[in-house]
C-alpha cells in the first residue's frame, strides 16, 4: 500500500515536471497562457456603472508612511452616470487599473487637502482616464492651491501629452482630455457646507475639518438617491464629521492608532533615526481609531470603515492592535478598508455588500 502512496506521488511530480518543461520551452503555448491572463485581467468591471446602487472602490487606503499593502488615498465612487475619485494619492491608478475599473468616465476628484500621499497620482489617473476615452479637461475640486497643482502638473507633463497626441492621434487622445480644470472650493466657516455638485440624484457636499497646519483641509458627504456615505479626510477627532455625516449609511475615516506610532518613534529615537520628530509630531492631525469609532456613533452611521491607516499592519496582531478598545464603545459596524474593497450600496434599501476585488 505505502509502494503504491509513493509510486503514485511520484508520477505526479513526473507529470508536474514534464509540464513544466513543456511550458518553459514551447513559446506557442506560453502565447496561449499569455492570451488567457490578458483576456481574463483586460475586461471592465460593469457592476460599478449600474445606477440603482451607489459604489464605493478602495483604490487607496495607506498613508504617506511606505506600505506595500496599501496605496495612499484614494477612493472611488460611482453614482449613476457619474464617476469621482477622493483624492488621488500615489498607486490609486495601478489599483483602479488592478480593479478593472471603467475609468473613461472620470467625472472628476474632490480633493481633501494638498498634502502628497492624497495628490501625488494625479498625472497617472489622468492618463489612464484619457487613454480609456475621457475627452474634456478633467476637473479638480479642492481647497486654494488646487490651481497651482493643476498648473504644476499640467507644466510637468507638457511634453509627454504632446508626445501620446502625436503618436496615437487626436481621434484617440483629444487635446481637450490633457487639461485640467481646477475649482477652488471655498468654506466660509466651520458651521457652513458647500455643495461642490449637484446632478440629477447626485450630490456632493464639502466641509471644513481639523488638519493644522494644513487649513483648509476638507471632508466630504455623498448622497445618491437614498444611499450616502461621508468621508472624513485626513483630520484630528471632529465632531463636524458627524454632524456632516449624520446617519450616512457608510462612514470611511482615517485613523492613526496612536499607541503604535508612539512605540515606532520610542524605537526610531533609540537607534538615532531623525524621523524620530515625525512619529512625534502626526498624531496631534489625525484621530485615533477609537476617536474614530466615536465620530461614527455620534452620527449614526450604519457601517465605519477605516481608511488612510497608520501605521502599517503587515498582520493579524497587528490588525488586533490598530483597533484595541474599539469594540468597547462600537461592537459593531466596523471594518478596516484594504485597497481592492468594493462596496455596493442598493438604493431602496439598507443593504452594504462588501465585495472583495483583490
Ligand atoms: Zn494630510
Ligand atoms: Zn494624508
Known sequence: MKRIWIFGAGGVVALALVAFATLWLSP????????????????????VLDPDA????????????????????????????????????????????????????????????????????LPDIALNSWAAGRSDPLTLYGPAGIEHVAAGYAEAFKLDNSWRIAHHGTDFFAVEGAKFNPVIVEIPDRDAT????????????????????????????????????????????????????????????????????????????????RREKIMGDIPDYHATPVEAAEIANLAGAELLVYSHIVPRLPNAL???????????????????????LYLELPVGSKKIVQHDLR
Do not use: W
Not at 80 to 109: C, E, H, K, R, W
Not at 320 to 340: A, E, N, Q, T
Open 28 to 47: 506557442g503555448l506560453q502565447d496561449r497562457v499569455l492570451t488567457r491572463m490578458i483576456e481574463r485581467f483586460a475586461g471592465t468591471n460593469l457592476a
Open 194 to 273: 458647500v455643495t461642490v455638485f449637484e446632478a440629477g440624484d447626485l450630490k456632493v457636499t464639502a466641509f471644513l475639518v481639523t488638519h493644522f497646519p494644513v487649513t483648509p483641509a476638507f471632508g466630504y458627504r455623498i448622497d445618491y438617491k437614498d444611499r450616502s456615505v461621508v468621508f472624513s479626510g485626513d483630520t484630528s477627532r471632529d465632531e463636524n464629521v458627524a454632524r456632516v455625516g449624520k446617519d450616512a449609511d457608510v462612514m470611511v475615516h482615517e485613523a492613526l492608532a496612536a499607541h503604535m506610532v508612539n512605540t515606532i518613534g520610542q524605537v526610531l529615537g533609540r537607534i538615532g533615526d
Open 54 to 121: 451607489l459604489h464605493i472602490v478602495f483604490c487607496g487606503t495607506g498613508s504617506p508612511l511606505p506600505d506595500p499593502d496599501r496605496a495612499s488615498a484614494c477612493i472611488g465612487v460611482y453614482a449613476g452616470d457619474y464617476f469621482f475619485l477622493i483624492d488621488s494619492g500615489p498607486g490609486g491608478a495601478d489599483n483602479l487599473t488592478a480593479m478593472q475599473m471603467p475609468m473613461g468616465g472620470l467625472s472628476g476628484v474632490f480633493y481633501t487637502h494638498l498634502h502628497s500621499d492624497h495628490i501625488g497620482d
Open 318 to 340: 497587528s490588525e488586533r492592535m490598530f483597533l484595541r478598545g474599539v469594540s468597547d464603545i462600537r461592537p459593531r459596524g466596523v471594518m478596516l478598508g484594504y485597497d481592492g
